[in-house]
């Protein structure tokens, strides 16, 4: 077979495979992309020449002509954030399964940011996975309507969506801390445009209700460890014995901030957790906290959004999918501290009386 002159520093194109071959373009393009279409001694002798050759496929070329890009855009709003660690892997290892690159991006925890990537991944994505997404209901459905997505921590009727159900933890959580005597329990909520933060809460203040225990809402705080500090301060001034927080990392803050206010944890203060971190069950005291399967969640919204892709290998399309959670119990929670009692009245002695008349002894 005759290879032709290629050009240093130049990829082969499909032009030099047709030369070769002495075939149209087209049926290179044909056997190299759908080769059950071409004659088999052809198609053969094609895959030869493109071995040769190092011929490796223009994407750009391929997403033209074929309208795919074999990638899928991965949303996640703080990328430094642990818990999304395990949702990147969970993804990541699923579409490699499938023979899809993931195209990872930080939104920022804005909505803004999120909007633009979304509309420019329309261009180079074959589909979205967006985790926790800040959007508003409606621009997520426009979304959704799009291009094939799947939403990870947010539950809009009509986006496709895997949910971590953290808000039954919550109640977990305090029945928990109700079987160690605590009666006032403060939530740290989380960003306003979480919608996991409005779930947990309502989940908790309902829970609470029903128990007859006192729970309050503070915040909200940045899901950040650096916001530890201003929601342990809020904690103490709030006489709550316990709190529920929005993540591990705020709850890893505040243990910090309450060692150095000389507030013991978990004996002055109990503290619980949710997502169950990596570092959560080393941290000082062991972080009491709810645990999600964060990783299984990644890979169940692949699955969903490949069923999107190619509904004749999804094996049928599931539009929601919950991800049972649990507590689990370290180090950070204990009985609750007895109440002071009230200081013991002084009792008035009175002192000798005045001297009377009589002898002397």
């Excluded at 180079?124 to 997404?133: H, K, P, Q």
């Excluded at 006489?239 to 002055?268: H, K, S, W, Y």
Aim: charged share 20%; net charge neutral.
């Amino acid at each position: 077979m005759a290879l032709p002159q290629v050009s240093v520093g130049r990829p082969a194109t499909i032009h030099d495979i047709a030369a070769v071959c002495g075939v149209a373009p087209s049926t290179v393009s044909r056997a190299l992309s759908t080769p059950e279409r071409v004659n088999i001694r052809t198609r053969e002798r094609i895959q030869a020449a493109a071995v040769e050759l190092n011929y490796t496929p223009n994407s750009q070329a391929k997403a033209l002509s074929s309208g795919k890009t074999g990638a899928v855009g991965v949303l996640v709003p703080d990328i430094t954030n642990p818990f999304y660690f395990d949702l990147i892997r969970g993804t990541q290892l699923q579409l490699k399964a499938a023979g899809y690159t993931q195209l990872l991006v930080d939104t920022e925890e804005s909505d803004e940011v999120e909007a633009s990537a979304i509309q420019q991944l329309r261009k180079s994505a074959d589909g979205l996975i967006v985790g926790a997404s800040r959007l508003t209901d409606e621009a997520l459905l426009a979304a959704s309507a799009a291009m094939p997505l799947v939403a990870i921590n947010r539950d809009v009727p009509g986006v496709p969506a895997v949910i971590i159900d953290t808000p039954a933890a919550t109640g977990q959580a305090l029945d928990h801390l109700i079987s160690l005597g605590h009666t006032r329990v403060a939530y740290i909520s989380g960003p306003v445009s979480s919608q996991s933060n409005a779930r947990r809460w309502d989940a908790l203040s309902e829970a609470g209700k029903e128990r007859g225990i006192d729970v309050v809402r503070l915040g909200p705080f940045a899901p950040k460890t650096q916001s530890g500090a201003a929601a342990a301060d809020t904690a103490v001034h709030s006489g709550a014995t316990a709190c529920i927080v929005f993540n591990d990392l705020i709850a890893i803050g505040m243990l910090q901030r309450l060692r150095e206010r000389g507030v013991r944890v978990p004996q002055d203060m109990s503290i619980v957790g949710c997502d169950d971190i990596f570092g959560a069950d080393f941290c000082n005291p062991p972080l009491t906290t709810m645990s999600s399967p964060i990783e299984q969640a990644g890979r169940v919204a692949v699955t969903m959004l490949l069923a999107q892709l190619d509904p004749l290998r999804g094996g049928g399309t599931r539009t929601r999918s919950v991800m049972p959670t649990h507590l689990t119990v370290r180090a950070s929670t204990t009985a609750a501290p007895a109440p002071m009692a009230p200081p013991a009245p002084r009792l008035h002695k009175p002192g000798p009386g005045p001297l009377t008349g009589g002898a002397r002894p």
